[in-house]
Nanobody, 124 residues
Framework: QVQLVESGGGLVQAGGSLRLSCAAA????????MGWFRQTPGKEREFVAG????????LYADPVKGRCTISRDNAKNMVYLQMNNLKPEDTAVYYC?????????????????WGQGTQVTVSS
């Protein structure tokens, strides 16, 4: 049974930083590209960042480019999202997801597995 478990969310002031973590189990982690998405009430889930199976390719959505860094540790079955200079508009539930195609895709429908999400709240 595949499990993705996010952690690291919380309440932070604008300008602050958070590091989200996602622990994967039940899959051959290095066979999967990983993505981070976020969602706010009433809106569609949106792509934040993605990393290919080896970590050699990264992709960021424009709103977070330059402020976020995605990384992975295949030996530990972990993927991370370092978020700096957070803004109130970054407030959302953040999800990690796994895609068997190993390359980065940005549409939620293309991902095979999802975590339960972790709340990030940025106060102004």
């Amino acid at each position: 049974q595949v499990q993705l478990v996010e952690s690291g969310g919380g309440l932070v002031q604008a300008g602050g930083s958070l590091r989200l973590s996602c622990a994967a189990a039940g899959l051959t982690f290095s066979n999967y590209a990983m993505g981070w998405f976020r969602q706010t009430p009433g809106k569609e889930r949106e792509f934040v960042a993605g990393i290919n199976w080896s970590g050699g390719r990264l992709l960021y959505a424009d709103p977070v480019k330059g402020r976020c860094t995605i990384s992975r540790d295949n030996a530990k079955n972990m993927v991370y999202l370092q978020m700096n200079n957070l803004k109130p508009e970054d407030t959302a539930v953040y999800y990690c997801a796994a895609d068997y195609r190993r390359t980065i895709v940005t549409t939620p429908e293309d991902y095979d597995y999802w975590g339960q999400g972790t709340q990030v709240t940025v106060s102004s």
